[in-house]
C-alpha cells in the first residue's frame, strides 16, 4: 500500500453515499451480474462532481467499497490526471480507504477508457464510467426500439453499421467504444476504450461493472464470460495500435498514446497506462 | 377438388384422337345476373344449356347477337359463375366440375387444361410482347418458352422488330395475333375462342384456320364464335345454337 | 397443388371503439398463391393485412401459419422472438411509403443486406455480392450498390424496398398498396417486377390495394371487404367480371376500367 491512509472526512456517510442507496445500487448490479450485457436500470444519484465525470463509475464504486479495499483510478490509462486523482482522493476522504496506482495492489480499479495492461485477477473488480450505455444508440434513436432489439436479440442493424464501414472506409472505422456481444446474447457498449483494449474483456478473471450516471444504467460481465467483438468472417475483427514502441519503458505490445513535444512536429509516443510503463521502467 | 362424375373414365389413350373422349361437357348450365344497382333487376341469359365437346372437336357457338354466346363461353372458362347446372372438364384424367370448383382448382385448370382467346389482350403494361407470349407456355424453361413464342409470333405474321416492344401500341390485328399467340403456346387440351379473327386480314385469318386444324389434330377440344362464316365453316364439326331467352323475370 | 394452406384466418374481429374494423373474417392462402383484398378506405383491408402479418392483434379470432417443416403456428400466441424471426425471414411486408421501411441514412446495399445480417450472415463479401444481385432483379443499376436511398426516385426506393424484402428469399409476402402514390408509368413496371418475381420465387402474397386493376393482374384470388365484413371472395377475373354483391357490383362500376 503506497497511499497514506487519510481518516475518513466528518459528516458524510462512508462512501459519500447512504446505506438504502448504496442497496439499490447492489441490488442493480446483482441483477446485471445474473444478465451479462443487459443494462439495468438504477436510480441515479446527483454526485458532487458534474455528468460525463464518472457519475455513474463512482456510485458503482461507493455500493463496492468495504473498509479494507484498495481503490486505484485511472483516466485514459493514467493515474495523475484530474479526473483520476479527484475520485482517488475523493474516495480517500469520504470512505477512508487505501488507495494505489499499482494495478496488482488494487482490489477495485475504476477506469475511463482504458483497461490496465497488467492482467486482472479473480480477486479484482474493474468499474467503467460509461457516457452512453446502448450500443444502437447512434443507429436507433428509439429507447423502447432499443430495447425491443435487445430483447428479441436483433442486432442485424448493428452489423450494418459494419457493413456500411467497409463499405465506405475498407475496413471497421471504429475505434474505441466497440461494440461487442457478451455470452453470445447482448449486444454492449464496452465504454469508450480502445478497440485495442476489446480482447481484454474476453473471459476475463475480473468482474467487470459498467456504470453510467447521466443514462442512469449499470450493466456487467462476470469473470470469465465470452466477450466477443462483432466483426465479420472476411474482415475480421483486429485490435490495432500506433505502430510504434514506448518512448519511455519500449514496450512494443502497449497501447500508445501520441504526445506533441513542442510545435515543430516533434512527438513521441508513450504508453497510456502510466503504471506499467514505470513498473517496466523499475525493471521489475 | 375431384368431383362425382356423371363421365366414363377415360379410355387408355391410344396416342391417335379420339372422339369417345369427352372433354368438356355442359349439363343444364342455368345464368341469370342480378343488377343490384338496378334495383335487383334480374338478366336470365342462359337456361338449360346441354353440351358435350369431344377431344378434338371444334364445336362453333351460333345464335344472335345477345343471345348469350360471349357469356357461355366465358362461363365455361370459369370467367362467369354458374347458378346451376354443371361444366365437367377432364382435368389431369379426372373429371372436375368448374360450375363448384374452388377457385384454387380453377387456377390450376385454366394452367393445365383449358386455354382461352378473348377479343381484347389485356396484360401488364410494359411488358414486351414475347415474354406476354412466352409466360403463358406451361412447364416449359424460360427459353424455350421464348423461341416457341418467337416462332409462333412469326407464324402470325408479328414481325421480330416488334416482339421485344409491348403490344399496347400495336394495331387491333396485331394485338388480336399476339392475344392468339398467347393462347395456342400453351397447347391446353381444351381452348376456347372468342372471335380469334374477327380484326384479321384474310391471310392472317387462313394462318389462324390452319392452327385452329393442327391444333384439333392434335386432340384439342375447340368451342368459338366465329362471326366470319369463312372461318366456321372451315373448322367447325358442330354448330350449337345458343337460344335468346326472351322473358324477363 | 399443395392442399395445405400457408396462413389461415378464423373469425378474425377487431373493434376500434365503436367502429368495426374487421367482423367474423375468413381467410386462407396457399403456398405461391396472390391473394388481393381491395375495397374503399376505411373498409378493414389494412387491418386485416397487420392481423394476418401478427402486426395488430385481433379481439377475437386465430390466424395460423404453418412453418416450412409443416408446422401450425398460432401466429397471435406465438412469443414475440419467433414473430420478429418470422418477419425477417420467412416473411416480408411491403409498405405502401418505402420510407417506412428503408433506412435512408443507409447505402442501398446495407439496406439489402441487413436482413441477411439479421439472420446470421457475417461474410461481408456474400452480403456485397447477394445485395448486388437484388439490385439487379428489381431493375437497379449495380452501380448505385453504395448510394444513399435519398437520392432514388419513388420508384426505384419501392423497387429497393422490394429488394430489402425479397432477399432472404420469404414464403409470405405483406403488400400494403405497393404500387400506391407512384406514377402510372412507374406502376406498370413496379407491377411486372412484382409478378415476375412472385412467380419465379413462389412466393405467395397477400395485396392490399384499392386499385382493382392492380388486383386484376397479380392477384389469383379476391377479397372485397366493406366495412370490416368480406362480402365476396373467389377468383379474380369471376369477381370482377361477375360480381354477385351489390357493393361488389358498385366497386365495379365506378372505375374506368379495371
Same mark, same amino acid.
Given at each position: 500500500?503506497?497511499?497514506?491512509?487519510?481518516?475518513?472526512?466528518?459528516?458524510?456517510?462512508?462512501?459519500?453515499?447512504?446505506?438504502?442507496?448504496?442497496?439499490? +445500487?447492489?441490488?442493480? +448490479?446483482?441483477?446485471?451480474? $445474473?444478465?451479462?450485457?443487459?443494462?439495468?436500470?438504477?436510480?441515479?444519484?446527483?454526485?458532487?462532481?458534474?455528468?460525463?465525470?464518472?457519475?455513474?463509475?463512482?456510485?458503482?464504486?461507493?455500493?463496492?467499497?468495504?473498509?479494507?479495499?484498495?481503490?486505484?483510478?485511472?483516466?485514459?490509462?493514467?493515474?495523475?490526471?484530474?479526473?483520476?486523482?479527484?475520485?482517488?482522493?475523493?474516495?480517500?476522504?469520504?470512505?477512508?480507504?487505501?488507495?494505489?496506482?499499482?494495478? $496488482?495492489?488494487?482490489?477495485?480499479?475504476?477506469?475511463?477508457?482504458?483497461?490496465?495492461?497488467?492482467?486482472?485477477? $479473480?480477486?479484482? +473488480?474493474?468499474?467503467?464510467? /460509461?457516457?452512453?450505455?446502448?450500443?444502437?444508440?447512434?443507429?436507433?434513436?428509439?429507447?423502447?426500439?432499443?430495447?425491443?432489439?435487445?430483447?428479441?436479440?436483433?442486432?442485424?442493424? %448493428?452489423?450494418?453499421?459494419?457493413?456500411?464501414?467497409?463499405?465506405?472506409?475498407?475496413?471497421?472505422?471504429?475505434?474505441?467504444?466497440?461494440? /461487442?456481444?457478451?455470452?453470445?446474447?447482448?449486444?454492449?457498449?464496452?465504454?469508450?476504450?480502445?478497440?485495442?483494449?476489446?480482447?481484454? %474483456?474476453?473471459?476475463?478473471? $475480473?468482474?467487470?461493472?459498467?456504470?453510467?450516471?447521466?443514462?442512469?444504467?449499470?450493466?456487467?460481465?462476470?469473470?470469465?464470460?465470452?466477450?466477443?467483438?462483432?466483426?465479420?468472417?472476411?474482415?475480421?475483427?483486429?485490435?490495432?495500435?500506433?505502430?510504434?514502441?514506448?518512448?519511455?519503458?519500449?514496450?512494443?505490445?502497449?497501447?500508445?498514446?501520441? /504526445?506533441?513535444?513542442?510545435?515543430?512536429?516533434?512527438?513521441?509516443?508513450?504508453?497510456?497506462?502510466?503504471?506499467?510503463?514505470?513498473?517496466?521502467?523499475?525493471?521489475? | 377438388?375431384?368431383q362425382?362424375s356423371a363421365l366414363?373414365?377415360?379410355?387408355?389413350?391410344?396416342?391417335?384422337?379420339?372422339?369417345?373422349?369427352?372433354?368438356l361437357t355442359?349439363s343444364?348450365?342455368?345464368?341469370?345476373?342480378?343488377?343490384?344497382?338496378?334495383?335487383?333487376?334480374?338478366?336470365?341469359?342462359?337456361?338449360?344449356?346441354?353440351?358435350?365437346?369431344?377431344?378434338?372437336?371444334?364445336?362453333?357457338?351460333?345464335?344472335?347477337?345477345?343471345?348469350?354466346?360471349?357469356?357461355?363461353?366465358?362461363?365455361?372458362?370459369?370467367?362467369?359463375?354458374?347458378?346451376?347446372?354443371y361444366i365437367h372438364v377432364r382435368?389431369?384424367?379426372?373429371t372436375v366440375d368448374l360450375?363448384?370448383?374452388?377457385?384454387?382448382?380453377?387456377?390450376?385448370?385454366?394452367?393445365?387444361?383449358?386455354?382461352?382467346?378473348?377479343?381484347?389482350?389485356?396484360?401488364?403494361?410494359?411488358?414486351?410482347?414475347? =415474354?406476354?407470349?412466352?409466360?403463358?407456355?406451361?412447364?416449359?424453361?424460360?427459353?424455350?418458352?421464348?423461341?416457341?413464342?418467337?416462332?409462333?409470333?412469326?407464324?402470325?405474321?408479328?414481325?421480330?422488330?416488334?416482339?421485344?416492344?409491348?403490344?399496347?401500341?400495336?394495331?387491333?390485328?396485331?394485338?388480336?395475333?399476339?392475344?392468339?399467340?398467347?393462347?395456342?403456346?400453351?397447347?391446353?387440351?381444351?381452348?376456347?375462342?372468342?372471335?380469334?379473327?374477327?380484326?384479321?386480314?384474310?391471310?392472317?385469318?387462313?394462318?389462324?384456320?390452319?392452327?385452329?386444324?393442327?391444333?384439333?389434330?392434335?386432340?384439342?377440344?375447340?368451342?368459338?364464335?366465329?362471326? =366470319?362464316?369463312?372461318?366456321?365453316?372451315?373448322?367447325? =364439326?358442330?354448330?350449337?345454337?345458343?337460344?335468346?331467352?326472351? =322473358?324477363?323475370? | 397443388?399443395?392442399?395445405?394452406?400457408?396462413?389461415?384466418?378464423?373469425?378474425?374481429?377487431?373493434?376500434?371503439?365503436?367502429?368495426?374494423?374487421?367482423?367474423?373474417?375468413?381467410?386462407?392462402?396457399?403456398?405461391?398463391?396472390?391473394?388481393?383484398?381491395?375495397? &374503399?378506405?376505411?373498409?378493414?383491408?389494412?387491418?386485416?393485412?397487420?392481423?394476418?402479418?401478427?402486426?395488430?392483434?385481433?379481439?377475437?379470432?386465430?390466424?395460423?401459419?404453418?412453418?416450412?417443416?409443416?408446422?401450425?403456428? #398460432?401466429?397471435?400466441?406465438?412469443?414475440?422472438?419467433?414473430?420478429?424471426?418470422?418477419?425477417?425471414?420467412?416473411?416480408?411486408?411491403?409498405?405502401?411509403?418505402?420510407? &417506412?421501411?428503408?433506412?435512408?441514412?443507409?447505402?442501398?446495399?446495407?439496406?439489402?443486406? &441487413? @436482413?441477411?445480417?439479421?439472420?446470421?450472415?457475417?461474410?461481408?463479401?456474400?452480403?456485397?455480392?447477394?445485395?448486388?444481385?437484388?439490385? *439487379?432483379?428489381?431493375?437497379?443499376?449495380?452501380?448505385?450498390?453504395?448510394?444513399?436511398?435519398?437520392?432514388?426516385?419513388?420508384?426505384?426506393?419501392?423497387?429497393?424496398?422490394?429488394?430489402?424484402?425479397?432477399?432472404?428469399?420469404?414464403?409470405?409476402?405483406?403488400?400494403? &398498396?405497393?404500387?400506391?402514390?407512384? #406514377?402510372?408509368?412507374?406502376?406498370? *413496371?413496379?407491377?411486372?417486377?412484382?409478378?415476375?418475381?412472385?412467380?419465379?420465387?413462389?412466393?405467395?402474397?397477400?395485396?392490399?390495394?384499392?386499385?382493382?386493376?392492380?388486383?386484376?393482374?397479380?392477384?389469383?384470388?379476391?377479397?372485397?371487404?366493406?366495412?370490416?365484413?368480406?362480402?365476396?371472395?373467389?377468383?379474380?377475373? @369471376?369477381?370482377?367480371?361477375?360480381?354477385?354483391?351489390?357493393?361488389?357490383?358498385?366497386?365495379?362500376?365506378?372505375?374506368?376500367?379495371?
Open positions: 500500500m503506497t497511499a497514506p491512509m487519510i481518516s475518513q472526512a466528518d459528516g458524510y456517510n462512508f462512501a459519500y453515499l447512504d446505506e438504502q442507496t448504496k442497496r439499490m +445500487i447492489r441490488r442493480s +448490479i446483482l441483477k446485471a451480474v $445474473a444478465v451479462p450485457g443487459h443494462q439495468v436500470p438504477f436510480g441515479s444519484r446527483e454526485m458532487p462532481l458534474p455528468y460525463g465525470w464518472g457519475t455513474g463509475g463512482i456510485q458503482v464504486t461507493a455500493a463496492l467499497l468495504g473498509t479494507d479495499d484498495v481503490l486505484k483510478v485511472i483516466d485514459q490509462g493514467a493515474d495523475d490526471t484530474t479526473n483520476a486523482v479527484s475520485i482517488r482522493r475523493f474516495f480517500a476522504r469520504t470512505a477512508g480507504i487505501a488507495t494505489t496506482t499499482r494495478t $496488482a495492489e488494487a482490489t477495485i480499479i475504476q477506469t475511463r477508457h482504458r483497461i490496465p495492461e497488467t492482467p486482472l485477477r $479473480a480477486d479484482q +473488480i474493474i468499474v467503467y464510467q /460509461v457516457p452512453q450505455p446502448e450500443p444502437l444508440s447512434g443507429l436507433e434513436s428509439s429507447r423502447t426500439e432499443t430495447s425491443r432489439m435487445h430483447g428479441l436479440a436483433d442486432y442485424g442493424l %448493428m452489423h450494418v453499421k459494419l457493413y456500411e464501414d467497409i463499405t465506405r472506409y475498407g475496413h471497421v472505422s471504429i475505434s474505441y467504444d466497440y461494440p /461487442v456481444m457478451v455470452g453470445g446474447r447482448y449486444l454492449m457498449a464496452p465504454s469508450p476504450i480502445p478497440a485495442f483494449d476489446n480482447p481484454k %474483456m474476453d473471459r476475463m478473471a $475480473a468482474l467487470q461493472l459498467f456504470g453510467a450516471g447521466r443514462e442512469k444504467r449499470i450493466y456487467a460481465v462476470p469473470p470469465y464470460t465470452e466477450v466477443r467483438s462483432l466483426d465479420f468472417d472476411d474482415h475480421p475483427f483486429r485490435a490495432s495500435r500506433a505502430p510504434h514502441t514506448c518512448n519511455l519503458c519500449g514496450a512494443d505490445d502497449s497501447y500508445l498514446d501520441e /504526445v506533441v513535444t513542442d510545435d515543430k512536429g516533434g512527438r513521441m509516443f508513450v504508453c497510456s497506462d502510466t503504471d506499467h510503463c514505470e513498473e517496466r521502467r523499475d525493471g521489475r | 377438388m375431384t362425382s366414363p373414365p377415360a379410355p387408355p389413350s391410344s396416342g391417335g384422337v379420339s372422339n369417345e373422349i369427352s372433354m355442359v343444364g348450365l342455368n345464368k341469370t345476373f342480378v343488377l343490384h344497382l338496378q334495383h335487383g333487376l334480374k338478366i336470365p341469359v342462359l337456361s338449360n344449356i346441354n353440351l358435350s365437346v369431344a377431344a378434338g372437336e371444334c364445336v362453333a357457338l351460333v345464335g344472335q347477337s345477345g343471345a348469350g354466346k360471349s357469356t357461355l363461353l366465358r362461363s365455361l372458362y370459369g370467367n362467369y359463375g354458374a347458378d346451376s347446372g382435368h389431369d384424367n379426372e360450375a363448384t370448383a374452388p377457385p384454387r382448382a380453377i387456377v390450376d385448370i385454366r394452367a393445365r387444361t383449358i386455354g382461352y382467346v378473348s377479343q381484347f389482350l389485356r396484360v401488364v403494361p410494359r411488358v414486351a410482347t414475347i =415474354d406476354v407470349v412466352a409466360e403463358a407456355a406451361r412447364d416449359t424453361p424460360p427459353e424455350e418458352a421464348r423461341n416457341r413464342a418467337a416462332a409462333l409470333l412469326s407464324r402470325l405474321n408479328i414481325p421480330a422488330r416488334l416482339h421485344a416492344l409491348p403490344p399496347a401500341t400495336f394495331s387491333g390485328g396485331e394485338q388480336q395475333r399476339v392475344n392468339l399467340a398467347r393462347g395456342f403456346i400453351g397447347a391446353h387440351p381444351i381452348l376456347l375462342l372468342d372471335e380469334p379473327t374477327a380484326s384479321l386480314d384474310n391471310a392472317n385469318r387462313d394462318i389462324v384456320i390452319a392452327m385452329i386444324a393442327q391444333a384439333k389434330a392434335a386432340g384439342t377440344a375447340i368451342v368459338g364464335i366465329f362471326h =366470319d362464316t369463312v372461318v366456321r365453316d372451315a373448322v367447325a =364439326d358442330r354448330l350449337y345454337h345458343v337460344v335468346p331467352i326472351q =322473358d324477363v323475370i | 397443388m399443395a392442399d395445405e394452406t400457408l396462413l389461415s384466418a378464423r373469425g378474425l374481429t377487431l373493434h376500434f371503439g365503436a367502429i368495426p374494423a374487421l367482423v367474423d373474417v375468413d381467410a386462407d392462402l396457399w403456398p405461391g398463391e396472390v391473394l388481393a383484398v381491395v375495397g &374503399e378506405s376505411g373498409s378493414g383491408k389494412s387491418t386485416l393485412l397487420n392481423v394476418l402479418a401478427g402486426r395488430m392483434a385481433p379481439d377475437a379470432g386465430a390466424v395460423w401459419y404453418r412453418d416450412p417443416i409443416g408446422a401450425l403456428h #398460432d401466429v397471435h400466441a406465438m412469443p414475440a422472438p419467433a414473430l420478429r424471426t418470422l418477419h425477417r425471414s420467412d416473411w416480408g411486408f411491403v409498405h405502401q411509403n418505402p420510407r &417506412e421501411n428503408l433506412r435512408m441514412a443507409v447505402t442501398a446495399g446495407g439496406n439489402v443486406g &441487413e @436482413r441477411l445480417m439479421a439472420r446470421g450472415s457475417r461474410h461481408y463479401g456474400d452480403i456485397r455480392a447477394e445485395a448486388i444481385s437484388w439490385l *439487379r432483379q428489381v431493375e437497379i443499376d449495380a452501380g448505385r450498390v453504395d448510394d444513399f436511398p435519398r437520392t432514388f426516385s419513388g420508384g426505384m426506393l419501392q423497387r429497393l424496398q422490394i429488394a430489402r424484402t425479397l432477399v432472404t428469399h420469404p414464403r409470405l409476402v405483406f403488400m400494403d &398498396e405497393p404500387t400506391g402514390g407512384l #406514377d402510372v408509368s412507374v406502376q406498370a *413496371r413496379l407491377l411486372d417486377l412484382i409478378r415476375t418475381l412472385v412467380r419465379r420465387l413462389g412466393i405467395a402474397a397477400v395485396l392490399v390495394t384499392h386499385d382493382l386493376a392492380v388486383a386484376r393482374l397479380l392477384a389469383h384470388r379476391i377479397m372485397v371487404m366493406q366495412r370490416g365484413r368480406v362480402v365476396e371472395s373467389g377468383l379474380t377475373d @369471376r369477381v370482377l367480371d361477375d360480381p354477385k354483391h351489390e357493393y361488389t357490383q358498385l366497386l365495379v362500376s365506378s372505375v374506368l376500367s379495371a
